[in-house]
């Protein structure tokens, strides 16, 4: 008798993250499951589909998508509003989240089940609630970025608790952190996938390279903009550091600057601060992150970003802004500087001496130490296979 595929829910809460990092587990010859996509919003559709290439791999395989709109269920939810909550709120919020009318969305069969969710580490969505409770289906949640969460083993806020059965995360040393919200014994790490060899070398060859002169350097500047999230004076504090950061950029010769802003952070304000450079200090891309990477030769983030990782993953020179403001930041030493993968800066001056150093002497001790600190960090051989492997067994129990 021939067995079922199983079937898998993709379920997307924001965006481009989430499916970068799945996309080469999914594209993995291994990968031998029914696929489905829920976006739980328009805008998360959109978002995924400003990543080319993964968002290709995700059309590829999956059977059938479907993008929860506003409209939807709208006079449930119009009910849920007007009717008393104490009596009213929990039915309707069931009924507009059934999962017969999300798999007729999806053209699967009532009797057919949906054995596996996979949704990032940050969805709480009610979906997940629904679909444990109506289908039995095991959730896995994933993460949406490459960083490493080595905050301490006991929360100062009480956090709140992974709707999720299992958690995969980058690294062993996700453990305690991660803890906190879901039990140890159900967090498993096998590295990331999209570090992988295999896939970086399918990446490399999809996208046109960055038009440059000779001997032109490019650096790749991943900028998040706070500046519509901070008071008055935290404002000023981020405007004076852009504007330091790039005074400094302008004073290197033949240099060209790329931004990548993140599709989140990405308050319009710094347009005001870069466009007093020159053109070739404010070019923007919407490529994807890691091809950026591969194209620069160092890369500036913010702190505490996941960004700058990138760079190191592909031995890069990776800089990283010094803290400035109290309000976003939690910490006063980032995670990836914790862990060695980055070079962090302390102010404006130690920031031009260390670039100058990433533009110059890309091949010095310094940077090379950064890879082998990543290399031990991230597990980087056949991530995808063994993350396959362990989905194909949550699925059979």
């Known amino acids: 008798m021939v067995k079922r595929k199983k079937n898998i829910l993709l379920l997307i809460r924001?965006?481009?993250?989430?499916?970068?990092?799945?996309?080469?587990?999914?594209?993995?010859?291994?990968?031998r499951f029914n696929l489905y996509t829920f976006y739980l919003s328009d805008s998360s559709y959109q978002n995924c589909m400003d990543d080319k290439i993964s968002s290709s791999i995700i059309k590829k395989y999956q059977k059938k998508h479907f993008i929860q709109k506003k409209k939807n269920n709208l006079i449930l939810k119009i009910l849920r509003k007007i009717l008393p909550k104490k009596y009213f709120f929990k039915k309707i919020t069931e009924l507009i989240h059934d999962t017969k009318y999300l798999k007729l969305k999806l053209s699967i069969r009532e009797k057919e089940k949906i054995d596996i969710v996979l949704a990032e580490f940050g969805n709480y969505s009610f979906w997940l609630n629904s679909l444990k409770k109506?289908?039995?289906s095991k959730i896995i949640h994933y993460p949406s970025t490459p960083a490493v969460y080595i905050g301490e083993k006991e929360l100062k806020i009480s956090a709140k608790k992974l709707p999720g059965d299992f958690l995969i995360v980058n690294s062993k040393k996700d453990i305690n952190y991660w803890s906190n919200f879901i039990k140890k014994e159900k967090i498993y790490y096998f590295g990331v996938p999209f570090f992988e060899n295999r896939w970086q070398s399918f990446r490399k060859n999809y996208e046109k390279p960055f038009s440059k002169r000779n001997g032109e350097k490019i650096i790749l500047f991943a900028y998040s903009s706070y500046f519509g999230k901070v008071n008055k004076y935290e404002f000023k504090i981020l405007e004076r550091q852009l504007f330091q950061i790039m005074q400094t950029i302008s004073r290197l010769k033949n240099i060209k600057v790329f931004f990548k802003i993140h599709p989140h952070k990405s308050d319009k304000y710094f347009f005001k601060i870069i466009n007093n450079f020159s053109k070739n200090l404010r070019n923007l891309t919407k490529k994807d992150l890691y091809f950026c990477t591969s194209e620069c030769d160092c890369i500036i983030s913010n702190f505490q970003s996941a960004a700058s990782l990138y760079g190191t993953s592909l031995n890069k020179p990776s800089l990283e802004m010094w803290r400035g403001i109290n309000s976003i930041y939690k910490t006063n030493v980032s995670y990836n500087s914790r862990l060695g993968l980055i070079e962090?800066?302390?102010?404006?001056?130690?920031?031009?001496?260390?670039?100058?150093?990433?533009i110059y002497k890309p091949n010095n001790v310094i940077w090379k130490k950064k890879y082998r600190n990543f290399q031990k960090v991230y597990l980087n051989n056949n991530t995808s296979h063994k993350i396959i492997k362990f989905i194909k067994k949550c699925s059979e129990t």
Do not use: C
Not at 14 to 31: C, D, L, Q, T, Y
Not at 344 to 358: G, M, S, Y
């Open 134 to 136: 109506e289908e039995k």
């Open 14 to 31: 924001r965006g481009a993250s989430e499916i970068e990092w799945i996309a080469p587990v999914i594209k993995n010859i291994n990968f």
């Open 344 to 358: 962090n800066t302390k102010n404006v001056k130690d920031f031009e001496k260390k670039l100058h150093l990433a």
